[in-house]
């Protein structure tokens, strides 16, 4: 027997399907980059899944509110989104010292390491990481939303809110820093010999 009250009930509005499969369509086509950002801040798988799911729950509750026709760039508001969401998760890390970065270097040396195998080894890429971690905030959040997810200067000034010529200016900045941090590392590795 058809009851009218339980076939009003079980209908949801046309808007809620729209922004539910708005939302279904986000999940799909960028999951993997706000994954992607959320890990490159967290470096933890869990909390960057967290972050992640957080995200998109902000953007369900953004279509819920009738907002969701107010995004221009989807992808950008994500990046954005989830940037801010994994700051605030973000647990303090370290910097690394040139002593610590010199040992490291001077052990894969000592293994017999060849210049490639080096630049390759997992431990490079952990001490690369540590390297980054003790940028200054602005120049390691530009410069990690520039190699995590390859985002534009545009998008990473959307992203952080400030102008894009700043943007340029901090990854001109964080790459001298860097490289001004691997030849002291080396240095301090080739003294060590």
């Known amino acids: 027997m058809f009851v ?79 940037w801010r969401v994994a700051l605030d998760r973000r647990r303090v890390v370290p910097e690394v010292s040139l002593q610590e970065a010199a040992a490291a270097v001077s052990g894969l040396r000592a293994n017999g390491a060849g210049a490639d195998e080096i630049v390759a080894s997992e431990q490079m890429k952990l001490l690369l990481g540590r390297l980054i971690e003790g940028l200054p905030r602005p120049l390691r959040d530009t410069l990690t939303l520039s190699l995590s997810e390859e985002l534009s200067s545009p998008e990473i000034a959307a992203v952080l809110g400030i102008p894009e010529g700043s943007v340029r200016e901090r990854l001109w900045r964080a790459r001298r820093m860097l490289k001004e941090k691997l030849i002291a590392v080396q240095e301090a590795g080739q003294s060590k010999r």
Not at 32 to 61: K, P, W
Request: proline share 4%.
């Open 4 to 82: 009218p009250e339980q076939a009003i009930l079980s209908e949801a509005p046309p808007i809620a399907d729209t922004v539910d499969a708005t939302v279904e369509e986000a999940v799909r086509a960028h999951s993997g980059a706000v994954y992607r950002i959320a890990f490159s801040v967290l470096r933890n798988h869990h909390d960057a899944e967290d972050a992640t799911q957080e995200t998109f729950v902000r953007l369900l509750r953004h279509g819920k509110q009738h907002q969701l026709a107010s995004v221009r760039h989807l992808r950008a508001w994500l990046a954005r989104v989830v």
